[in-house]
């Protein structure tokens, strides 16, 4: 029996340090954060126009055949468990894909979650969300036809606001998939926030969810990875705005769907998941 897992995420949200502990605490297992070499795009990972055509038009077969290669090698992994941590996966259509797996062992999907502001901010820090090249190669554009999560409103509070929309929709669509995905079709989905993955007692949680038993003393916690430099300076004016700008979503119905992944009526049939 092999298990297989993956991330729904934003990015800059621990999925590196995920993978290390994962690496570091489970026997027999193959982990990988991004598999991003130059030569990896379009055979390992999603390309520009995996993501692009998945958000645009669907799971069309050029989507399904990227997904069909990649998962039968992800399948004939020697090792019992065969992690990959990257945000880009879930974006370009994983999810829908998931059926060239889920014969072969067991799937687990981890929702991993970082504070908002800290998100953010650490989007400001690398000058991410800047130009088109940068929002369709890692993030999602709030122009595709498939979104879930309205985004002209926040747009509307520049770059903070783009930001945010974007967690908004990574979560309304971690939300849309579990839901469609836990019951019918047997996959577990996990839910982690950063910082209880920073704890002994968080690590060995997942882990007994993923079939390992070890006690908080047992386990290895790594130290922070990937971590920038500081570059961007976000005043306390700036801050005071951000930390608003998050607080209005909370209340609106609008965004409800990535706010509270529990009130899921306001998520829009657009993904198409397998069977």
Known sequence: MKDFVFTMTTGRSGTSHLSRLLQDNLPDSTCHHEIIGWDRFGV?????SHTTLFNSEGNVKKVQSFWRS??????Q??????VETSHLLMKAGLVENLAWLKSEGQV???TLERDPYATILSFRNRFDFLNKGNVWLWYLDPEYPRNLVPSRDLLAAGINGFCLWYILEIRARAAYYEERV???QGIVVHHFDLEELRSAEGVSRLLRGLGVAKAPAE??????????PLRVRID???ELAIRRL???TQSDPRFAAGVDPWRRSALRPRFALPR
Do not use: C, Q
Request: aromatic share 6%; hydrophobic share 35%; net charge neutral.
């Open 77 to 82: 992994t020697a090792s019992r468990y065969y």
């Open 236 to 238: 306390r004016a700036e």
């Open 219 to 228: 386990v290895s916690v790594p130290a922070p990875s990937n971590v920038t």
């Open 44 to 48: 390992d990972t999603p390309d520009l």
């Open 70 to 75: 990649k998962l039968r090698r992800v399948a």
């Open 108 to 110: 687990h999907l981890i």
């Open 182 to 184: 836990a019951e019918p």
């Open 246 to 248: 998050i607080d209005s």
